[in-house]
């Protein structure tokens, strides 16, 4: 039983998941600045973001094992598919119970925003299979980062904020851009890693299309458009706190060079970790500025 969970857990890719919880804590910090913060709609968001999340990790790993995505000359965490763990067939099942269990949740968020909110929700799930499955993989014909920008940035971002304060304002989806762009710099640290597998798989991601020199520049000038729009809030209003994230330039810095400079695959591994764990601290020093610096 131990074991299986450990198998399970893996396949839900842990460290991908401050891209599901960043989102809601970001919007969340907004409802509270506008007084309108609410735990438990802020809960039910967060439970529906990170069932999408799991949900596109699950569908990732079996349609990538039937693409012929993930082979032996993969360097990376193991995938359960492809090495064995899990089968095939249950590994669809789990996806569809994963992505079942965000639609039921998404209804509770309808509940509480409205109905403008089904199709959003929809459209969510959907392209969580999308991604790596269907007639058309976005993340075969270089649309992941788009994605994940849109999804996992400006849809979480700014649903959550919606849901608690049935409103929405440019700063929040500037924020929610910001977000969105560091989301996408995992996918950017992932696909660097990959390219020469995903080329020979015909997964035409963006780095495989436009090379690797391309990539580290989406990823040096997201990390800076992302650290930008903390004074961009100050700007139109916010007090200096907001400001907060700026202290995580120099390890904006240190993670491109590291992007740039390396050649080992396992080292490349540790960057995208990394880049999930800036998100992280990019996502709680915002969400503090955001509170503490409200106008």
Known sequence: MAVAAKVWLEAARPKTLPAAVIPVLVGTAFAAAAHTASVGRAAICLVFSLLVQIGTNFANDYFDFVQGADTHERVGPRRAVAAGLVSPRTMLLATTIVLAAAFAVGLLLVAEGGWILLPIGIVSIVCAIAYTGGPYPLGYNGLGDLFVFIFFGLV?????????????TAPVMLAAGAVGLL???ILVANNYRDVETDAKAGKRTLVVRFGRKFAFWQYALSALAALLSAPALMWVGWRWPVLLP????????????????SGDPHEQIAVLADTAKFLAAFGV??????????P
């Open 156 to 168: 979480a971002v700014g649903a959550t904020f919606y849901v608690q304060a049935h409103t929405i």
């Open 183 to 185: 989301a996408a710099n």
């Open 246 to 261: 700026l202290v995580l330039a120099p390890w904006a810095m240190r993670l491109t060079h590291r992007l740039g400079s």
């Open 285 to 294: 020093l915002l969400s503090i500025g955001v509170v503490w610096g409200a």
